[in-house]
């Protein structure tokens, strides 16, 4: 979907960069860029840089850069494209496992606008800084998110945890996620990724959609997973509404 809206507004001096946050790189990413076969750069941020650097909590979200290289509009919820089928409104084949039909219950709940999103992009792109789109630079640092310290020893914690992932440390790994989760309990990013790897199936995404959790309660270390955290928190409360 991001590839086809690329191709649509590339030849109006418009690139998308996306960028995958995964403490398993390119073992995390890869399948999903090579399916997607784009055109446009696709980056892999094993260290959630992206999230530190520009206060992103969830996915997808976008920050919209100007041609000077001025941030005109932080990091938000971007919803997919109008009429994608890759999204939660999809057809659902009836043999999906409970959990999997559950959690895509709880995702159509999501409230989004992308008819609104969408038509503000196209008409930045077609307009550039005369968008009433396009925000001031006073109004980006208003609507960035401020960090107390709470939420910088959060973001320090979660990158304690991504180096001793890397370092093949799982066990030492779960007790800074933990913290990060915390600490940074607005971060949908960050529990995300300290469930997806945890064992329990054949790859990441299957882990993270079969619940593991549910399956072995005992040896799950965290507090939550997606769809008790979604549950809990309410469908409506899980992407900040996107405003013009």
Not at 24 to 50: M, N, Q, W, Y
Not at 101 to 126: C, N, Q, T
Not at 219 to 233: F, N, Q, T
Request: include cysteine; charged fraction near 25%.
């Amino acid at each position: 979907m991001w590839q086809a809206l690329r191709e649509e507004l590339h030849p109006k001096d418009f690139e998308l960069v996306s960028v995958g946050l995964d403490t398993l790189g390119a073992e995390g990413c890869r399948p999903f860029i090579e399916a997607a076969k784009p055109t446009h750069p696709s980056l892999i941020d094993t260290h959630h840089v992206l999230a530190s650097t520009f206060g992103v909590i969830n996915i997808p979200s976008s920050v919209w850069i100007d041609e000077a290289g001025m941030i005109v509009r932080p990091a938000e919820a971007a919803p997919a494209p109008p009429g994608d089928r890759q999204g939660p409104s999809m057809d659902l084949p009836a043999e999906l496992p409970q959990r999997f039909a559950e959690m895509f219950g709880e995702a159509m709940k999501i409230e989004s606008d992308p008819e609104a999103y969408h038509a503000a992009l196209r008409d930045w792109v077609e307009k550039g800084a005369d968008s009433p789109f396009a925000l001031s630079p006073e109004e980006v640092i208003e609507r960035s998110r401020p960090r107390s310290a709470d939420s910088a020893l959060g973001h320090a914690h979660f990158e304690l945890a991504t180096a001793l992932e890397q370092l093949g440390d799982h066990a030492a790994a779960i007790g800074h996620f933990r913290q990060a989760h915390a600490l940074v309990p607005d971060s949908w990013t960050f529990r995300r990724q300290a469930w997806s790897l945890e064992p329990g199936g054949d790859s990441p995404l299957a882990r993270f959609w079969q619940g593991p959790r549910e399956e072995n309660p005992e040896a799950w270390p965290y507090e939550g997973d997606w769809l008790s955290d979604v549950r809990k928190e309410g469908a409506a409360n899980y992407s900040e509404p996107w405003k013009p």
